[in-house]
């Protein structure tokens, strides 16, 4: 059974860093892209950061670019995501999410499995 189980998330303050994980089980990460993505209260599941299965493709959001990193640990099957420079704005739930093949665009629609969710909240 394919599982995504997220973890790291909590309360910082403006400017701090966090660091994200997502342990996957029931498939290697070698053979499915990944994706972190976020959504805030009233709005849409937003694509933060995805990379290809081989790794070396990474895409990132607009509003993230230059302060958060996607990586990957295979011997772990743990992908994480740097999170540096917080802002208020970047308070919301972060999933990780799972689909198979070589790439997928960084839209939450590309991506068949999913995690719970860790939440992350960026305030003083």
């Known amino acids: 059974q394919l599982k995504l189980v997220e973890s790291g998330g909590g309360l910082v303050q403006p400017g701090g860093s966090l660091r994200l994980s997502c342990v996957a089980s029931?498939?290697?990460?070698?053979?499915?892209?990944i994706g972190w993505f976020r959504q805030a209260p009233g709005k849409g599941r937003e694509g933060v950061a995805c990379?290809?299965?081989?790794?070396?493709?990474?895409n990132y959001g607009d509003s993230v670019k230059g302060r958060f990193t996607i990586s990957r640990d295979i011997d772990k099957n743990t992908v994480y995501l740097q999170m540096n420079s917080l802002k208020p704005e970047d308070t919301a739930l972060y999933y990780c999410?799972?689909?198979?093949?070589?790439?997928?665009?960084?839209?939450?629609?590309?991506?068949?499995?999913w995690g719970q969710g860790t939440q992350v909240t960026v305030a003083p």
């Open positions: 990379m290809s299965s081989s790794g070396g493709s990474r």
């Open positions: 999410a799972a689909g198979e093949g070589l790439f997928r665009i960084c839209v939450s629609s590309e991506y068949d499995h």
């Open positions: 029931g498939f290697t990460l070698d053979n499915y892209a």
